[in-house]
């Protein structure tokens, strides 16, 4: 069975459903009260609740959720495998970058922080060479007991922002993940709306050069 065929038939069968607030229950005793389903994807659902957004895998649901979902556990583990490869491919990192000192990482990490944040963008103008979108800020935060039990939860309001290149497949796929998004100045247009880059060299490059826009 094709797993893409099997996605879009999922999404077409709870179109409907993923506008209705739910409970949800992991096999771990985890709970989301009236939880709304945003995505349902191979691997797991994407709900928002209370305390912002998460993403849960089918296999830490139960039976019922899983057969209501329509979980296939091969379709899940090539989605996972294709999304964790063309993330891999997009945050590789350049040859030239490996030549810069531990240091010298570390003071670059420090100014990054400055201009970067974690944000959902929902593009409505498709460009070859950027996307304008509605941007949604996020911070992380944790709920514990481990380092991995963490969750999203919306920063201040919406604006409109413009990425520096096409809006990538794997983002309008999973378009309800918050990704690191790069402040790299404002478009040259009279609208003058903040300028981002998913991609982290570059923006290294023009913090170093110092020609931010």
């Known amino acids: 069975m094709n797993p893409w065929k099997t996605t879009i038939a999922i999404l077409a069968a709870l179109s409907l459903s993923l506008a209705l607030a739910d409970d949800f229950k992991t096999n771990n005793g985890k709970e989301y009260k009236n939880a709304t389903v ?32 329509n979980y296939n556990p091969e379709a899940a583990q090539k989605f996972a495998a294709d999304t964790a490869a063309q993330i ?3 945050n590789a990192v350049p040859q030239f970058a ?26 409505f103008s498709y460009g070859r ?6 941007i949604q800020m996020y911070e992380k935060y944790w709920k514990g007991p481990t380092a991995h039990d963490f969750g999203w939860r919306e920063v201040g309001e919406t604006f409109t922002g413009v ?51």
């Open 129 to 134: 060479k950027d996307t304008t979108g509605t």
């Open 163 to 213: 990425l520096d290149q096409a809006m990538p497949e794997y983002l309008e796929r999973g378009d309800v993940v918050p990704v690191a998004m790069y402040k790299i100045g404002h478009t040259d247009d009279s609208g003058r709306d903040p300028l981002f880059t998913l991609d982290r060299e570059k923006a290294i490059k023009l913090l170093l050069d110092g020609s931010m826009k």
């Open 38 to 69: 945003r995505r349902v994807e191979p691997d797991g659902i994407t709900v928002k609740f209370s305390a912002g957004i998460v993403k849960i895998p089918f296999t830490e649901l139960p039976k019922d959720l899983q057969d209501k979902y």
């Open 88 to 90: 891999n491919a997009h």
């Open 98 to 123: 490996k030549t810069r000192t531990i240091k010298e990482e570390q003071e670059l990490e420090l100014r990054l922080q400055q201009i970067r944040i974690f944000a959902i963008i929902k593009p």
